[in-house]
């Protein structure tokens, strides 16, 4: 027995965080794409900033294949050549990414042309690496690390922004277009390198514990069969629909937070980014609670995955009614405390909704874990995606209705509030199954038992 696992095929601490090491490879490419490339093309180049706007957009869009790509994994029985696969198309994405944007110098209708297959490639290369990536994960941890596992996967990733700025920041100076294309390159490179070594031997390692062999053909059927039976499970629906409307409540005060803080409390631009900083804080900190109470990590097991995913919605909605409340009141209401709140709840919540996520993708009929994961998370990105646009739209339609910024304001958060009770009451609905068995056992996640989904049931 080694760091990486343990006599029952599941994985140890060292092994969760190698896979990490594939989340955080994939967030340095993305960041890349989506910040460093955003910034040549406006600032540089001096495009429209819907251009790599749009671009960004496309790679949101094409989440919707992410069931498509799960239920490719299902068949074969392996999660690891999808893993790599998907990888190898998303580094050669975001390298051919950087060689469009240098080209639009020279050759602006080319090199938007080659933007957007670079792009594509990036959309298919992610749905295809991350979906697969969290069900391996998700069937070779054990039910009370994947809290704490969802977690260090996703500080990884964080990591993987943070280096890949300060790195790439460094190798940028003195920028030009060849130099560009030179660090994204290597980039590309080092990622790749990094999700191999990262995926070596995971899947032959856990032995039959932790791979289902290929599916035969009149289980594994058509796509479309396989999608038609995972939406006709109850607890797989509501999921979905749980993830889809809590990540809209989560995303649309992305884009209205600062104006909010500049217009009501007089914030210069650089207090509202650090006011950034401060909820960014808060939803780490929220992360590192969950992963430490669920898993029992030098503190006492405290509560359920299903209980803090509930809790950390209607903290959520209460962190956001205490903005509408900071907007009615104006200073000294102390918006850096609410900020905080609202992170921290927030981190509360998605992580506890990622590690429901890993728990339940093994519920319902077998070889449809990718496919179930590849719905939850195509839910998430074009939720995600869409959150933004509906949030600022909101507001300037409240606005105009009500004539007052800060009352437009004030209505966005409390609709945002009402998306996360009724998510928290969609959670409570879904989450039974966390911890279930397929015999109808009750099981327990947390100290809290939990009764399995009784198959066929309705809404």
């Given at each position: 027995m080694n760091g990486n696992g343990n006599a029952r095929g599941k994985l140890g601490w060292l092994g969760i965080v190698r896979l990490g090491l594939v989340q955080m490879a994939l967030?340095?490419?993305v960041v890349l794409t989506t910040s460093t490339l955003n910034r040549v093309m406006v600032v540089e180049l001096a495009l429209p900033a819907m251009l790599p706007g749009a671009l960004v957009g496309l790679h949101y869009a094409l989440q919707v294949f992410r069931p498509r790509l799960g239920h490719g994994s299902d068949i074969g029985g392996r999660r690891t050549p999808w893993i790599v696969g998907g990888m190898a198309l998303l580094c050669a994405g975001g390298a051919l990414a950087a060689v469009a944007t240098a080209w639009m110098a020279s050759s602006l209708v080319a090199g938007i042309a080659l933007a957007i297959a670079a792009f594509v490639m990036i959309g298919i290369?992610?749905?295809?690496a991350g979906t697969s990536l969290l069900v391996l994960l998700a069937?070779?941890?054990d039910e009370r690390r994947r809290g704490a596992a969802a977690t260090i996967v996703w500080v990884m990733m964080i990591v993987g922004f943070i280096l890949t700025a300060i790195v790439t920041g460094k190798l940028l100076d003195p920028f030009s277009t060849a130099r560009l294309v030179e660090v994204a390159g290597l980039l590309a490179v080092v990622a790749f390198a990094v999700s191999l070594f990262a995926v070596w031997g995971m899947e032959e390692r856990g032995g039959a514990a932790a791979v289902a062999a290929p599916a035969p053909e009149d289980e594994s059927?058509?796509?479309?069969?396989?999608?038609?039976?995972?939406?006709?499970?109850?607890?797989?629906?509501?999921?979905?629909v749980f993830v889809f409307l809590s990540m809209i409540a989560y995303s649309a005060q992305d884009l209205i937070l600062e104006p909010f803080a500049g217009l009501v409390f007089g914030l210069t631009p650089g207090q509202t980014t650090q006011l950034s900083g401060v909820q960014n804080g808060g939803v780490l900190t929220g992360m590192l609670i969950v992963a430490a109470f669920?898993?029992?990590v030098g503190v006492p097991r405290l509560g359920s995955l299903r209980a803090w995913?509930?809790?950390?919605?209607?903290a959520s909605a209460l962190a956001l009614v205490g903005l509408a409340v900071a907007g009615a009141s104006g200073p000294p209401w102390p918006i850096k405390v609410s900020v905080f709140a609202l992170g921290l709840a927030n981190g509360v919540y998605a992580i506890a909704a990622i590690g429901s996520m890993m728990t339940l993708v093994g519920q319902g009929k077998s070889r449809r874990e990718g496919v179930r994961m590849g719905l939850w998370g195509a839910a998430q990105a074009i939720a995600f995606g869409a959150g933004g646009l509906l949030g600022t739209l909101a507001s300037d339609l409240a606005?105009?209705?009500?004539?007052?910024?800060?009352?437009a304001y004030g209505v966005v958060f409390c609709i945002e509030a009402v998306l996360f009770v009724v998510?928290?009451?969609?959670?409570?609905?879904?989450?039974?199954?966390?911890g279930g068995e397929a015999g109808g056992r009750e099981a327990r996640l947390g100290g809290i038992a939990a009764p399995a989904p009784m198959q066929g049931s309705a809404d």
């Amino acid at each position: 027995m080694n760091g990486n696992g343990n006599a029952r095929g599941k994985l140890g601490w060292l092994g969760i965080v190698r896979l990490g090491l594939v989340q955080m490879a994939l967030g340095s490419v993305v960041v890349l794409t989506t910040s460093t490339l955003n910034r040549v093309m406006v600032v540089e180049l001096a495009l429209p900033a819907m251009l790599p706007g749009a671009l960004v957009g496309l790679h949101y869009a094409l989440q919707v294949f992410r069931p498509r790509l799960g239920h490719g994994s299902d068949i074969g029985g392996r999660r690891t050549p999808w893993i790599v696969g998907g990888m190898a198309l998303l580094c050669a994405g975001g390298a051919l990414a950087a060689v469009a944007t240098a080209w639009m110098a020279s050759s602006l209708v080319a090199g938007i042309a080659l933007a957007i297959a670079a792009f594509v490639m990036i959309g298919i290369g992610v749905g295809a690496a991350g979906t697969s990536l969290l069900v391996l994960l998700a069937q070779r941890t054990d039910e009370r690390r994947r809290g704490a596992a969802a977690t260090i996967v996703w500080v990884m990733m964080i990591v993987g922004f943070i280096l890949t700025a300060i790195v790439t920041g460094k190798l940028l100076d003195p920028f030009s277009t060849a130099r560009l294309v030179e660090v994204a390159g290597l980039l590309a490179v080092v990622a790749f390198a990094v999700s191999l070594f990262a995926v070596w031997g995971m899947e032959e390692r856990g032995g039959a514990a932790a791979v289902a062999a290929p599916a035969p053909e009149d289980e594994s059927g058509s796509f479309r069969e396989a999608l038609r039976e995972v939406w006709h499970e109850p607890h797989t629906r509501r999921f979905a629909v749980f993830v889809f409307l809590s990540m809209i409540a989560y995303s649309a005060q992305d884009l209205i937070l600062e104006p909010f803080a500049g217009l009501v409390f007089g914030l210069t631009p650089g207090q509202t980014t650090q006011l950034s900083g401060v909820q960014n804080g808060g939803v780490l900190t929220g992360m590192l609670i969950v992963a430490a109470f669920s898993s029992g990590v030098g503190v006492p097991r405290l509560g359920s995955l299903r209980a803090w995913t509930i809790g950390g919605c209607l903290a959520s909605a209460l962190a956001l009614v205490g903005l509408a409340v900071a907007g009615a009141s104006g200073p000294p209401w102390p918006i850096k405390v609410s900020v905080f709140a609202l992170g921290l709840a927030n981190g509360v919540y998605a992580i506890a909704a990622i590690g429901s996520m890993m728990t339940l993708v093994g519920q319902g009929k077998s070889r449809r874990e990718g496919v179930r994961m590849g719905l939850w998370g195509a839910a998430q990105a074009i939720a995600f995606g869409a959150g933004g646009l509906l949030g600022t739209l909101a507001s300037d339609l409240a606005r105009l209705v009500l004539g007052n910024a800060v009352a437009a304001y004030g209505v966005v958060f409390c609709i945002e509030a009402v998306l996360f009770v009724v998510a928290a009451l969609l959670a409570l609905r879904a989450a039974g199954a966390l911890g279930g068995e397929a015999g109808g056992r009750e099981a327990r996640l947390g100290g809290i038992a939990a009764p399995a989904p009784m198959q066929g049931s309705a809404d």
